[in-house]
T-cell receptor
Framework: KAGVTQTPRYLIKTRGQQVTLSCSPI?????VSWYQQTPGQGLQFLFE???????NKGNFPGRFSGRQFSNSRSEMNVSTLELGDSALYLC??????????????FGPGTRLTVL | AQSVAQPEDQVNVAEGNPLTVKCTYSVSGNPYLFWYVQYPNRGLQFLLK??????LVKGSYGFEAEFNKSQTSFHLKKPSALVSDSALYFCAVETARQLTFGSGTQLTVLP
């Protein structure tokens, strides 16, 4: 089985721009979660999608948004980029059939640099 | 609110020696605990999880973790460290399908 894939792997943007990151989960997985990793704040949960619906959301401003398509692929969008948005953005998928405790499989991440 | 603490930013151990990476947690209700490892420029790889049952959990690559409810700890252990174990290790607790991570511990295994 192919793992979680994220595109692009690296991005450079300037302040004020917007960016879209993509995540393809493991085949058969319906849950996709997004995390932000920075040296200062560590790993922080952004949001989780299941069957095209956002089920859970972390404590991030409205500039951060996402969506999930019918094939479970997910996109994350950040508008009006700020320098502090520079981070590694990780996507994770799980079977998450509604219960807890499903192992999350992580992709390699997208490294976003905001200049 | 749930939280996870990894009190050591850095752990150094000689190859062949046992290693321990510490983790304590705070969560209401039953904890669902995880360990992940991250190699440079890579995503997180799952090592092991504790849901219920035996307090000693065995995982990938020879790692194991001991769940201690009275001390609210979930320390990661390996009997004999390898240089290739050098990486960043994260402890996490899951609630409501959301992982809350500790700050990470950089493990360096010295040859």
């Amino acid at each position: 089985k192919a793992g979680v894939t994220q595109t692009p792997r690296y991005l450079i943007k300037t302040r004020g721009q917007q960016v879209t990151l993509s995540c393809s989960p493991i085949s058969g997985h319906r849950s996709v979660s997004w995390y932000q990793q920075t040296p200062g704040q560590g790993l922080q949960f952004l949001f989780e999608y299941f069957s095209e619906t956002q089920r859970n959301k972390g404590n991030f401003p409205g500039r951060f948004s996402g969506r999930q398509f019918s094939n479970s692929r997910s996109e994350m969008n950040v508008s009006t980029l700020e320098l502090g948005d520079s981070a590694l953005y990780l996507c994770a998928s799980s079977s998450a059939t509604g219960g807890l405790n499903n192992e999350q499989f992580f992709g390699p991440g997208t490294r976003l640099t905001v200049l | 609110a749930q939280s996870v603490a990894q009190p050591e930013d850095q752990v150094n151990v000689a190859e062949g020696n046992p290693l321990t990476v510490k983790c304590t947690y705070s969560v209401s209700g039953n904890p669902y605990l995880f360990w992940y490892v991250q190699y440079p420029n890579r995503g997180l790889q799952f090592l092991l999880k504790y849901i219920t049952g035996d307090n000693l959990v065995k995982g990938s690559y020879g790692f194991e973790a001991e769940f201690n409810k009275s001390q609210t700890s979930f320390h990661l252990k390996k009997p004999s460290a390898l240089v290739s174990d050098s990486a960043l290790y994260f402890c996490a607790v899951e609630t409501a399908r959301q992982l809350t991570f500790g700050s990470g511990t950089q493990l360096t295994v010295l040859p």
